[in-house]
């Protein structure tokens, strides 16, 4: 009944998370009525994002050009670093204004049902970076807690030398839940009570 181009920009936006059919027919109509400009310059930002974004060779964060905004701070407590297993998880926690420290973004958790084993996220680039680093003096884990997060938090813990303290989160963030979806509060409270 639609164009073969149309079904197939629906067919696109269908494919990003939480995205169903009906959702992605008004994201291809809304951008058909914005017309030639618009559809430019989105298509533009998506070129310049694939040839642009890369991961921070330090913390595993996106970044357009060698270190990440955060990494290049020099404000930011450089002997901490909090482990976090993605993205929205940095966003989450800079929200609270209560972490001053550094991040390392694992890309997941460990998931033997899933197939995702500690060669698939970025568990060698944070010993490597412990490693070189002797300033590092604390490492907090906020990882989901959830049996995936709670495995990968035990798994990477044995590796790390027994002079850098290890903490986590404070319990005040209900089990199985992610950090993507804890409120500020939660979140800030979760950090100032870590152990």
Known sequence: ?????????????????????KTAQR??????????????????????????????????NFSEGGLCQICQNDKREQSIICVVEN????????????????????????????????SDLKIEELLARIENNPQIKE??????????????????????????KITHLARGLPTGATLEYADEITLKLALRERH
């Open 1 to 21: 009944m639609l164009n073969s181009a149309i079904e197939k920009l629906i067919n696109q936006f269908q494919q990003l998370p939480g995205v169903g059919e």
């Open 27 to 60: 994201f291809a109509f809304f951008m058909i009525k914005q017309g030639a400009e618009k559809q430019k310059e989105l298509a533009k930002t998506l070129d310049v994002l694939n040839e642009n974004l890369h991961y921070c060779p330090q913390c595993q």
């Open 87 to 118: 993205i929205f998880d940095i966003l989450s926690l800079e929200k609270t204004s209560s972490y001053s420290g550094l991040y390392h973004i694992l890309h997941g958790v460990l998931s033997p049902i899933d197939g995702i084993k500690p």
């Open 139 to 164: 490492i907090i884990f906020a990882l989901s807690t959830t049996i995936e997060g709670e495995t990968t938090t035990n798994f990477i813990s044995k590796m790390i030398p027994k002079n850098i």
